[in-house]
């Protein structure tokens, strides 16, 4: 078996996430860091997640919100009877 075939076998995408966010057990961050050590494609997903922690870590925690606002559902009918409204005056002036 190659060391190409061999590494893509154990390249695990989930479990490197977790490492990233360190969720990991003590056994677990052992056995990827001597996966990293040998496994080139490990290696450049690892620094891409790195790199998307990062630029996560930079967007405000109101971006990440739960559906619409409170009160969103009544700001849009209030918003579609206003633009009822406009579009209805303006076909009364033509």
Known sequence: MSTTQHDSERHDSEQLTAYV??????????????????????????????????????????????????GGDLLLQRTLRQARAERSGRDRRR
């Open 21 to 70: 966010l360190g969720v990991l057990g003590e056994q677990e961050m052992r056995e990827v860091d001597e996966r990293i050590a040998s496994c080139d494609p490990c290696r450049g997903e690892l620094a891409e997640l790195r790199e998307m922690e990062q630029a996560l870590g930079e967007v405000p925690p109101e971006a990440f919100i739960d559906g619409p606002p409170e």
